[in-house]
Antibody, heavy 116, light 111 residues
Framework: EVLLVESGGRLVQPGRSLRLSCAAS????????MSWVRQAPGKGLAWVST????????YYAESVKGRFTVSSDSSTNTVYLQMTNLTAEDTAIYYC?????????WGQGTLVTVSS | QSVLTQPPSVSGAPGQRVTISCTGT?????????VHWYQHLPGKVPRLLVY???YRPSGVPARFSGSKSGTSASLAITGLQAEDEADYYC???????????FGGGTTVTVL
């Protein structure tokens, strides 16, 4: 069974940084593509970033390009999302998702709140 | 606003059929990228409902069906049930943005 467990979400002040983690199990991590998708309060789903673990290629939504960095560690089957210069608009539940052309399955999500 | 356009809400009585539209452009659905649908129940994690336009993952009831034509797609729910009350999202890939895109979501209400 595929299992994705996110962690690292918390309350953080504007302008600060935060790193999210996603521990993956139940599938071959080294040949998989993983993404982060977020949902701001009262808003819809929004793709954030994708990493292709085989080659390390990374992709970002325009709204986070230059501020967020996605990475992975094949020795621990973990995907990370390093977020810098956070703003209130980054407040959201962040989901880790196994990715093909579609997103499935999803982790339970971790809440990031950016507020002073 | 979202790259893919969905109606904010649809409603129907139990047992009825409802459809949710998803309209894209020549950069996504019209560029022959597939559309996928997700169900997001209140307080739950989003769930893949339909992939590659019309295929249902194991465990998804047959009352959910998807279709795509040109720059538009739709999700149909036949025999609407109270447990179908949720938000539904379409998703695809956009070659101009070089990224994945979602619709704004549609809230289904069972009357």
């Amino acid at each position: 069974e595929v299992l994705l467990v996110e962690s690292g979400g918390r309350l953080v002040q504007p302008g600060r940084s935060l790193r999210l983690s996603c521990a993956a199990s139940g599938f071959t991590f080294t040949t998989s593509t993983m993404s982060w998708v977020r949902q701001a309060p009262g808003k819809g789903l929004a793709w954030v970033s994708t990493i292709s673990t085989p080659g390390g290629d990374t992709y970002y939504a325009e709204s986070v390009k230059g501020r967020f960095t996605v990475s992975s560690d094949s020795s621990t089957n973990t995907v990370y999302l390093q977020m810098t210069n956070l703003t209130a608009e980054d407040t959201a539940i962040y989901y880790c998702v196994k990715t093909g052309n579609w997103f499935d399955p999803w982790g339970q999500g971790t809440l990031v709140t950016v507020s002073s | 606003q979202s790259v893919l356009t969905q109606p904010p809400s649809v409603s129907g009585a139990p047992g009825q059929r409802v459809t949710i539209s998803c309209t894209g452009t020549s950069s996504n659905l019209g560029a022959d990228y597939d559309v996928h649908w997700y169900q997001h129940l209140p307080g739950k994690v989003p769930r893949l409902l339909v992939y590659a336009n019309k295929y249902r993952p194991s465990g998804v009831p047959a009352r959910f069906s998807g279709s795509k034509s040109g720059t538009s797609a739709s999700l149909a729910i036949t025999g609407l049930q109270a447990e179908d009350e949720a938000d539904y999202y379409c998703q695809s890939f956009d070659r101009s943005l070089s990224g994945y895109v979602f619709g704004g979501g549609t809230t289904v209400t069972v009357l």
